[in-house]
């Protein structure tokens, strides 16, 4: 099955400077990814994702980038604010089929220092 | 509101002592899906549904149960538990079977003791 890496597992940085969360998948099938955040004590939220027949997506601070080549995909945030600091869950998954599966990494809390 | 109801949102036990956990949603969803979420470990499927009456494993289903009899519920049963099932647990669903975003629940957090 699918194999999501997900780096770094903890990263900090001030107020107002950029964050980059990268992911890694194994199988070149996989055509939907996702990033999902999840603040204390609630459940993911979807934020931002990407389908395979794009190579970038921004949304406001949030872009995702997908390199299908080398299978990789990352979330970056610019003018971190405090209340992006959470846990952030990268996922990649097969649409077009039932039953399909979401794979998900394994998590990068990110905490932003006023 | 559009969302997925979880209960009990904590629960302690003692292991053997049969437990479920309720998930229920309001949006009409087909598919629905539990997870299990541990430290380093990310978020782990147990078992999926993709409509009334027909569920399948997902990565990690020993010692889990599931049924789906009503569209809008979807729970899972700990037959027996163990303290390997200590956990925080999220219920999920989507609109399609093949597509669309996952919305989760708030999370049971379950200790087995």
């Known amino acids: 099955g699918e194999n999501v890496e997900q780096h770094p597992s903890t990263l900090s940085v001030q107020e107002g400077d950029s964050a980059v969360i990268k992911c890694t998948y194994s199988?070149?099938?996989?055509?939907?990814f996702p990033w999902y955040k999840q603040e204390l004590g609630k459940g993911p939220q979807l934020i931002i994702d990407?389908?395979?027949?794009?190579g970038e997506k921004k949304d406001q601070r949030i872009a995702v980038t997908l390199n299908k080549t080398a299978k990789h995909f990352s979330l970056h945030i610019t003018e971190t604010q405090p209340e992006d600091s959470a846990v952030y869950f990268c996922?990649?998954?097969?649409?077009?089929?039932?039953?399909?599966?979401?794979?998900f990494g394994t998590g990068t809390s990110l905490t932003v220092i006023p | 509101e559009a969302q997925v109801t979880q209960n009990p949102r904590y629960l302690i036990t003692v292991t053997g002592k049969k437990l479920t956990v309720t998930c229920s949603q309001n949006?009409?969803?087909?598919?629905m899906s539990w997870y299990r979420q541990d430290p380093g470990l990310g978020l782990r499927q147990i078992y999926y549904?993709?409509?009334?009456?027909?569920?399948d494993k997902g990565d990690v289903p020993e010692g889990y149960k599931v049924s789906r009899k009503e569209k809008r519920n979807f729970p899972l049963i700990l037959e027996s538990p163990s303290p390997n099932q200590t956990s925080l647990y999220f219920c999920?669903?989507?609109?399609?079977?093949?597509?669309?975003?996952?919305?989760f629940g708030e999370g049971s957090r379950l200790t087995v003791l």
């Open positions: 999920a669903s989507r609109a399609g079977s093949n597509t669309g975003e996952l919305f």
């Open positions: 199988d070149s099938a996989s055509n939907y």
């Open positions: 990407i389908r395979s027949n794009v």
């Open positions: 996922a990649a998954s097969i649409t077009g089929w039932a039953g399909n599966q979401f794979y």
């Open positions: 949006m009409n969803h087909e598919y």
């Open positions: 549904s993709m409509n009334v009456e027909v569920t």
